[in-house]
Nanobody
């Protein structure tokens, strides 16, 4: 069982950066691939980025490639999402979740969701 708590969201201007963090409890953290997903008002929840349990493999939504970087520290049970060059369309609640299946781009493959952290990017 993994419990997840996100932090690091906020209100920023377009072009700014934010670093989201996800703290995980549970001794089997390194067994899980981890993902960041987001949900904007009136929209479906969407995949943003994922990282394998070892940290050697990463996946990104096309629109964030080159701007966002996912990383993890298994010794500290944390996952981070560094977000640079933020755009107003990045505004959403960002969730950390554990990957339980193989389809990393599908939100339905994730569980143990955190409570989310709000990211708002003004133009």
């Amino acid at each position: 069982q993994v419990q997840l708590v996100e932090s690091g969201g906020g209100l920023v201007q377009a072009g700014d950066s934010l670093r989201l963090s996800c703290a995980a409890s549970g001794r089997t953290f390194s067994n899980y691939g981890m993902g960041w997903l987001r949900q904007a008002p009136g929209k479906e929840r969407e995949f943003v980025a994922a990282i394998s349990g070892s940290g050697r493999s990463t996946w990104y939504l096309d629109s964030v490639k080159g701007r966002f970087t996912i990383s993890r520290d298994n010794a500290k049970n944390t996952v981070h999402l560094q977000m640079n060059s933020l755009k107003p369309e990045d505004t959403a609640v960002y969730y950390c979740a554990a990957l339980r299946g193989s389809r990393v781009y599908s939100p339905s493959e994730y569980d143990h969701w955190g409570q989310g952290t709000q990211v708002t990017v003004s133009s």
